[in-house]
């Protein structure tokens, strides 16, 4: 949304490396919005497989996906209630304001 | 989502976890502010210059009711011995807003749980017409909680 910014000081990003080993990890976030925290993610891990039920907001989290970050990062339509991804399949999972 | 719903995804999220792997649940920390007219709010800042910025009041929130369910069900799963509770802490994180128009426009479209209090307004009116270079700072209050699966 324009005129406002969230969290320049990537604040979010830096505690959530203290608390989780990110670096070099396969990642599943739920509830990512229009990609705001997993573009910061996209950077550490490597990879990261996003979901969240609105279709807008994935449509323009693909749109804001950086060259850099394609390959690397994956935003799907879905819901943390119905996961479409087999057993043990991640080391870590960011419910990313949506508990 | 409801509780059930919640316990529901908190399984899913222990079902795709490998053994031994972290879940970190990132969420506005209410516990402050459940029961206690203004502590735990949002706090909204006038910010004239970098790092100077005057209080003008705080974001009024209109029920808790998700806040508590997320938390009965965070609990929950706690005591099935599906997680372990590793560490909680909270940090600030700041939403910019150019004007009180990309603010109102936020809370209309985003916030919609959220009002901005006429008292807190009024200082806002006040303060970027004294400042007209001024911007808008919201500092909320977040939690992280991390967890591991068992």
Redesign the interface.
């Known amino acids: ?9 990537r ?2 990003v830096r ?2 490396m203290r ?3 990110l670096a070099g990890a396969r990642v ?1 976030e ?1 509830g990512c919005g229009d990609g705001r ?1 997993t573009r910061r993610l996209g950077g550490v891990v490597r990879s990261v497989a996003a979901i969240d039920p609105d279709r807008e907001q994935i449509a323009r989290a693909n749109r804001m996906i950086p060259a850099r970050l394609r390959g690397k990062v994956r935003f799907e339509v879905g ?5 479409r ?15 | 989502m409801a509780h059930e719903g919640m316990v529901h995804a908190l399984t899913e999220i222990h079902r795709v976890l490998t053994p031994q792997g972290w879940l970190a649940d990132l969420r506005p920390d209410r516990r402050t502010a459940m029961g206690k007219r203004w502590r735990g709010l949002p706090r909204v800042y006038c910010l004239s210059t970098p790092g100077g910025g005057t209080l003008a009041g705080f974001l009024q929130k209109e029920n808790f009711a998700d806040h508590r369910a997320s938390d009965r069900a965070a609990r929950e799963v706690l005591r099935r011995e599906l997680f372990t509770l590793q560490s909680a802490e909270t940090f600030p994180f700041r939403f910019y807003f150019h004007t009180l128009s990309h603010l109102e426009d936020h809370l209309a479209t985003w916030w919609t749980n959220t009002t901005l209090p006429a008292l807190t307004r009024r200082r806002l009116r006040l303060l970027m017409g004294r400042y007209p270079a001024s911007q808008i700072v919201v500092i909320d209050t977040m939690r992280l909680d991390v967890m591991r699966k068992r």
């Open positions: 949304m324009r005129g406002v910014r969230k969290d320049p000081e604040t979010e505690v959530l608390r989780v080993p599943l739920i925290l819901s943390g209630e119905t996961l991804f087999p057993d043990r399949s991640f080391p870590i999972a960011v419910l990313s304001w949506s508990l």
